[in-house]
């Protein structure tokens, strides 16, 4: 088969239909926009809980990086337990870290609740560590995280590592069993048929233009327009990540988006997929510009990077196709003839501080950053805010975190910074 510029996870899911002549409805109690984990999550909790909801999607269910995404559900943050405890103390890292492991227990029950056929599996994730220094704080992560979070991870010496991986270009590795993978594409399309079942709207090619408050018979309320005319609503919910646009500007403002792309091969032989992961880990490595891969549930190797650290177009994407291949070979000597099936690219949402934010902006309600930890924790985040906005107290210790925009204010939304950016993640693992 020759090389498919799209989303392998896309072949393998069916979304729920929805009706496009359908006009919007004039009021509802909250309007959600973006149909992806977090909007979806939102709009099934507050469905369930009786309120009226519309999801406004400006293209379809899952299009961003919900069903673009590598599928590993992740315990932890992007930024790792030293930094975190630094920048908030103990207690409130402790609590940040207990929900990490909540968001994980999260998606598993939705998916058991809501019968969502996604191949979830907890298989456990492995970091592999590309140089001995990276090796030799894992065992230091692994005690901190023992003793401040009561959670365990497995150290693995280079020795040893071939029962965890086919390669031996790494200096060790770092095991958590609680970790899974799922198919992304066909667990947010389940969550879409969950947030309808539950008695939300979800209207698909409606995108969000402008929102202004606007009271209606004595309640305060926003007015949306959308490209499929205007809806009022009580309440506004934000859940669209990397893809936020001109219709929220101060949430925009404090978001970078970044590019990463991915690359699958060909259906591998058994004994060859075995062999490159014996243990069907979900796994990335110790840089910051990282590598991440796992087996696709059809044996074919996953295999993503941010090969180009600008969003996707046909451009980067078909660029990215090349440089990952060789990324993958590097990794994996034994793929150089593994033809490459599938390319595509996706948009990851990062703050400034590299930390998941949620809570409310301007009057609307969001949550945003998960910085390529999204499966989990936007699924999270999705629920608790709307827990929240139905009047409960939900533990949530991302809300009300300081969320730092860029210094000095120097940004529009316009990333020009990220060729900059990109070659600074470079420097630091050539010296780091
Ligand atoms: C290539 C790639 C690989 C990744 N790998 C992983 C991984 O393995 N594990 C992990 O945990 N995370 C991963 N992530 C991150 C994860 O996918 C995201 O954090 C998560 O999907 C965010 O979900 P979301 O619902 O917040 O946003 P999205 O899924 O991006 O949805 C936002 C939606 O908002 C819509 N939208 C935007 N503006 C408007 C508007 N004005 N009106 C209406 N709709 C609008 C968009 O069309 C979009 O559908 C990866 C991301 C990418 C791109």
Redesign the pocket.
């Known amino acids: 088969m020759a090389l498919q510029e799209q989303n392998y996870w896309l072949t393998t899911t069916e979304f729920p239909a929805t009706d496009l002549s359908r006009p919007l409805p004039e009021v509802v109690d909250v309007a959600v926009?973006?149909?992806?984990?977090?909007?979806l999550s939102a709009a099934r909790t507050l469905a369930k809980r009786g309120a009226r909801v519309a999801v406004?999607?400006?293209?379809t269910i899952?299009?961003?990086?919900?069903s673009?995404?590598?599928?590993?559900?992740?315990t932890g943050m992007k930024l790792g337990v030293n930094k975190l405890i630094s920048m908030y103390g103990r207690e409130l890292t402790q609590r940040m870290y207990a929900a990490s492991l909540a968001s994980m227990d999260c998606v598993e029950q939705i998916v058991i609740e809501e019968a969502i056929d996604c191949n979830f599996s907890r298989c456990g994730h492995l970091e592999v560590a590309c140089k001995q220094k990276h090796f030799d704080d894992y065992a230091r992560q692994a005690e901190v995280i023992a003793r401040e979070f009561n959670h365990t991870l497995r150290v693995v010496q280079k020795i040893e590592l071939s029962a965890e991986i086919g390669s031996n270009i790494y200096f060790g590795g770092m095991v958590d069993e609680v970790s899974a993978g799922c198919n992304?594409a066909r667990y947010v399309a389940g969550l879409g048929g969950a947030a309808l079942k539950a008695g939300a709207g979800i209207f698909e090619n409606?995108?969000?233009?402008k929102i202004e408050r606007e009271s209606r018979e004595g309640a305060a309320g926003w007015k949306l327009t959308?490209s499929r005319g205007a809806i009022w609503a009580h309440d506004v919910f934000v859940?669209?990540?990397?893809?936020?646009?001109r219709?929220t500007p101060a949430l925009q403002k404090k978001l970078i988006p970044i590019g990463?792309?991915?690359i699958t091969t060909e259906v591998l032989p058994e004994k060859l997929a075995h062999e490159l992961s014996p243990r069907n880990r979900?796994i990335y490595d110790s840089k910051n510009y990282l590598y991440?891969y796992r087996l696709t549930p059809d044996r074919r190797m996953l295999f993503?990077g941010r090969a180009a650290f600008f969003p996707e177009t046909s451009q980067t994407v078909r660029q990215s196709a090349e440089i990952l291949r060789r990324g993958m070979i590097d990794v994996y000597p034994q793929l150089s003839d593994a033809k490459i099936d599938y390319v595509w690219?996706?948009?990851?949402?990062f703050a400034f501080d590299i930390m998941p934010h949620a809570g409310q902006m301007d009057g609307m309600y969001y949550?945003?950053g998960?910085a390529?930890?999204?499966?989990?924790?936007?699924t999270y985040q999705g629920q608790k805010i709307a827990e929240m906005m139905a009047g409960d107290k939900p533990e949530n210790p991302f809300v009300g975190i300081k969320f730092p925009g860029a210094p000095l204010g120097l940004y529009d939304g316009k990333p020009w910074f990220l060729p900059f950016a990109g070659a600074w993640y470079k420097f630091l693992d050539w010296v780091s």
């Not at 995404?69 to 992740?74: K, P, T």
């Not at 409606?206 to 233009?209: E, K, P, W, Y």
């Open positions: 926009i973006g149909a992806g984990f977090t909007g406004l999607e400006s293209e899952g299009w961003g990086a919900s673009r995404n590598g599928g590993m559900v992740l992304p409606a995108r969000v233009q959308t859940g669209t990540s990397g893809y936020t646009g219709a990463s792309f991915i979900m991440y993503g690219g996706g948009t990851l949402d949550a945003v998960y390529g930890h999204g499966v989990a924790m936007a």
